[in-house]
């Protein structure tokens, strides 16, 4: 019995032993195993980034393996897959002092997940009172209101389709027109004194048949005349980015057609609802209407980006 005693007693050590080389190289339960996002680091520029704007959010200090995800105001990021873990994201115009980001990280069959708070600050927008036509003035009647709810409908399936789409643009946003801009993003409209509204656009001046280029590399989805926007173009540059031009003379693309970086798609004009000839360029990230500027200035010629 002795022996059996001090036989037992041995395995119980050695079997300790073992325990204890397997902890100290590295053999640790599942629920010891680093978090994906334990190391993660999140910066957006601006710091402050101004409601209806677009701004840049990075993420380091993971590694390529690690694949990386994120919403902001309800949107879909879109890191890019290099070593930069950049995505565009948008602030709404009506948006509150802070945004939630909520940022996924994945590896290994592990997801992990961070949170942070944006400031954000308020845009300076201004209200402007207008007159026009007496029949865009006053409240549509039922069959003009449908149209314009459809029309509606079909812009935000273009703006939220572009989720799905692949990044296509690789070079630089330009603005669509080298133009005096005579209307600005975000003001207040006020229409003979009875509608208001919010200017969410871009008017760039122009007489009548002047060219309109697109703003990057994109696919075409809308090529119809609107009730408010009459003749209009939209184009799904992919990664959640949109664009549209409105009030056209002349539309010179297709739906369905891929277009390029400054190439022509239409001519200013003066269809739809407008004073007079000019156009109305809108960007789009998500759902999200942004300045058009804001796009510029952080994804165009005048962000740093080399052609």
């Known amino acids: 019995m002795l022996h059996v005693a001090r036989f037992l007693v041995i395995l119980s050590v050695l ?6 080389i397997g902890v100290t190289t590295g053999s640790r339960p599942a629920s010891a195993a680093v978090r994906p996002c334990s190391t993660a680091t999140i910066t957006w520029d601006p710091a402050r980034p101004t409601l209806g704007a677009l701004f840049r959010v990075r993420v380091g200090g993971i590694g390529s393996a690690t694949a990386v995800t994120g919403v902001v105001a309800g949107e879909p990021l879109h890191f890019s897959a290099d070593t930069t873990r950049e995505s565009l994201a948008a602030a709404p115009i009506d948006g509150p002092d802070s945004l939630t980001l909520v940022l996924r990280c994945a590896e290994g069959g592990i997801t992990d ?14 209200i402007e009172r207008l007159r026009v036509a007496p ?22 399936e273009v703006a939220m389709d572009a989720h799905d789409t692949p990044r296509l643009w690789r ?15 975000g003001g207040g409209r006020e229409y003979n004194g009875q509608i208001t509204s919010r200017h969410m ?23 119809d005349a609107f009730f408010y926007g009459g003749n209009v173009v939209y184009i799904d540059h992919g990664a959640g980015v949109s664009s549209a031009y409105l009030h056209l003379s002349q539309q010179l693309v297709a739906s369905g057609d891929t277009v390029e970086r400054n190439q022509v798609i239409g001519r200013v004009g003066a269809t739809g609802r407008v004073t ?25 010629d005048s962000s740093g980006t080399r052609k």
């Open 171 to 185: 070079e630089p946003f330009a603005q669509p027109r080298t133009a005096r801009i005579t209307s600005g993003f």
């Open 113 to 126: 997940s961070i949170v942070r708070r944006i400031p954000t600050t308020a845009g300076n927008y201004p």
């Open 201 to 223: 656009g871009t008017d760039f001046a122009g007489a009548t048949g002047a060219p309109v280029q697109a703003a990057n590399r994109g696919v075409v989805r809308i090529v």
């Open 135 to 156: 029949a865009f003035g006053g409240r549509p009647d039922s069959a003009t209101a449908a149209r314009i709810a459809r029309e509606s409908q079909r812009a935000v």
């Open 276 to 300: 007079g000839p000019h156009l109305h360029f809108i960007v789009r990230y998500g759902a999200v209407t942004v300045d058009p500027l804001s796009l510029f200035a952080v994804a165009g």
């Open 15 to 20: 079997g300790a032993v073992y325990w204890f």
